[in-house]
């Protein structure tokens, strides 16, 4: 019998929302998905834990600090063909933080924005079931 290995990359993405119901999200600015809206979010880094990856990454694409601590898990997400890349399997965290939180876009992401969760436009990869899962639903 001959096995076959798959690689699968690992990444954390974080679901940063205000207690008045706007959610933080990025501008793609590459493939796949370029110029779609996503969660913050990226691979981990050799010798990182998704929840440090989760941390820096919101930093490095939004501007936005917060503590380990701060972040609550949601879940992992590892549907075979939620990447078109290949095998991406991701802990996604959710974030509550302040209303007025200053946002600066960063690193990967085209432009950072809060959008109301009312008006969401359509997400990339399986972000709408990650949102789904933080227990956040549009209105």
Avoid: C
Wanted: glycine content about 8%; cysteine-free; proline content about 8%.
């Amino acid at each position: 019998m001959t096995e076959i290995f798959e690689t699968i990359r690992y990444t954390a993405d974080v679901v940063a929302v205000t207690p008045d119901g706007d959610v933080l999200l990025i501008e793609r600015g590459w493939d796949p998905f370029e110029g779609h809206w996503a969660f913050p979010g990226g691979h981990v880094d050799p010798g990182e834990t998704s929840l440090q990856a989760a941390v820096r990454e919101l930093a490095e694409e939004t501007g936005v600090h917060v503590a380990p601590a701060e972040l609550r898990q949601i879940g992992t997400f590892d549907r075979p063909d939620r990447d078109p890349r290949g095998r991406y399997v991701t802990v996604a965290y959710l974030a509550v933080v302040p209303v007025g939180t200053p946002i600066v876009a960063g690193d990967d992401a085209r432009t950072a924005r809060w959008w109301p969760m009312d008006a969401l436009p359509k997400l990339a990869f399986d972000h709408d079931e990650i949102l789904s899962a933080a227990g956040t639903s549009a209105s």
